[in-house]
C-alpha cells in the first residue's frame, strides 16, 4: 500500500508560480509512474502530467509549457512546478501513483491540495 500527501497549495494572484510536492511512503515508488491531476468546481477531474521511472513526462495541453513534474527518487517525492498560473487552473490537485500507467486514472491518490488562482 502507497500512501500519498500532497502539500504547497494556496492563494496567487495570476501570473504567479506555486510548487506543489507529494511525498509517498509505504513503499518505494522510485519504479512507479507518478502524476498530478486536478477538480475544479463542478467539474470532472482532469489529468495535467505524469512522470515515469524512464524520466519520460506527459502533459495536458492546457498546462504545457507552463507546469513542469519532476521527482526525487531518493526521497520518493514527485513535483509539481506551477508557472505563468491563471485562474481557470483553479481547482484541487491531487497526486496520484500507478505501479503502471498513470493516464485517466491510478492505482494510489493522495487528498488534494487547494489552489486558488485570483485575477
Known amino acids: 500500500q502507497v500512501q500519498l500527501v500532497e502539500s504547497g497549495g494556496g492563494l496567487v494572484q495570476a501570473g504567479g508560480s506555486l510548487r506543489l510536492s507529494c511525498v509517498a511512503s509505504g513503499r518505494t515508488v522510485s519504479s512507479y509512474a507518478m502524476g498530478w491531476f486536478r477538480q475544479a468546481p463542478g467539474k470532472g477531474r482532469e489529468f495535467v502530467a505524469a512522470?515515469?521511472?524512464?524520466?519520460?513526462?506527459v502533459y495536458a495541453d492546457s498546462v504545457k509549457g507552463r507546469f513542469t513534474i519532476s521527482r526525487d527518487n531518493a526521497k520518493d517525492t514527485a513535483y509539481l512546478q506551477m508557472n505563468s498560473l491563471k485562474p481557470e487552473d483553479t481547482a484541487v490537485y491531487y497526486c496520484?501513483?500507478?505501479?503502471?500507467?498513470?493516464?485517466?486514472?491510478?492505482?494510489?491518490w493522495g487528498q488534494g491540495t487547494q489552489v486558488t488562482v485570483s485575477s
Open positions: 496520484a501513483a500507478d505501479p503502471f500507467v498513470i493516464s485517466h486514472g491510478a492505482r494510489y
Open positions: 512522470s515515469y521511472s524512464d524520466s519520460y513526462t
